[in-house]
């Protein structure tokens, strides 16, 4: 997860309001048919361990741009029996403020067993796992994986979504066969469909070519 704690942080986008949907942002379900959703940040199955600032309602919203790209992604793995699950989209500033809260708390070490076992909480930001700017705010990045369409089952990716670990590595070897297959697939259809990946996360994806690749907004998930 690529956070934003600079002077960014509690910015609204000077055409959204705090409460308003930027132009050109969609709810990606009525883009992209069956797409599955359940946004972590906004309930407690998450690294902060509660909803996150800034998410109001589980609700995946893309770029126009970005949701239609993964409706092309879709319909190209739906011959398979195979969609997509989404955990994050759009991210607003004031959530990546949020996690960098949780990260100064040292005290806070409730979700360690889960997200981040082998890692040091100190050492979140210096290991990159909290960043200082979030592609998720500008609105064309998400966090996804894949499942069947018929049963809604995820496929074995080999680690969870949000463990801070090498082994969420797109490239990690010390997953099973099977999980470093699905991991394959997954990176291949993005990327041929226009999304680019992440090197130390298997699920998360940026679109090529994004439409507001320096803007970061501010607007919340409602």
Not at 115 to 129: E, R, T
Not at 166 to 178: G, H, I, L, Y
Request: hydrophobic residues 40%; proline residues 4%.
């Amino acid at each position: 997860m690529r956070a934003l704690i600079s002077s960014f942080a509690l910015a609204a986008c000077a055409h959204a309001g705090p409460l308003e949907r930027a132009d050109g942002f969609v709810d990606a379900t009525q883009v992209v048919p069956g797409l599955r959703v359940e946004m972590r940040y906004a309930g407690a199955h998450n690294f902060v361990g509660r909803r996150v600032d800034g998410y109001e309602a589980p609700v995946c919203i893309l770029t126009r741009e970005a949701a239609e790209a993964l409706a092309r992604v879709q319909r190209a793995l739906a011959p398979r029996g195979l969609g997509f699950k989404v955990y994050d989209c759009y991210r607003p500033q004031r959530a990546v403020a949020d996690f960098a809260r949780w990260a100064a708390d040292l005290s806070d070490q409730s979700t360690k067993a889960e997200f981040y076992p082998n890692i040091d909480k100190s050492q979140l930001f210096a290991l990159g796992y909290i960043a200082e700017r979030s592609g998720h705010s500008r609105g064309s990045t998400l966090d996804l994986t894949i499942v069947d369409l018929a049963t809604g089952a995820e496929l074995d990716m080999g680690s969870a979504f949000d463990l801070f670990d090498t082994r969420s590595w797109p490239t990690d070897e010390t997953v099973s066969a099977a999980a470093r297959a699905n991991r394959m697939l997954l990176q291949s259809a993005m990327r041929e469909h226009g999304f680019r990946s992440l090197r130390e996360e298997w699920w998360h994806f940026t679109l090529e070519g994004e439409p507001h690749p320096n803007t970061y907004f501010d607007f919340v998930v409602h």
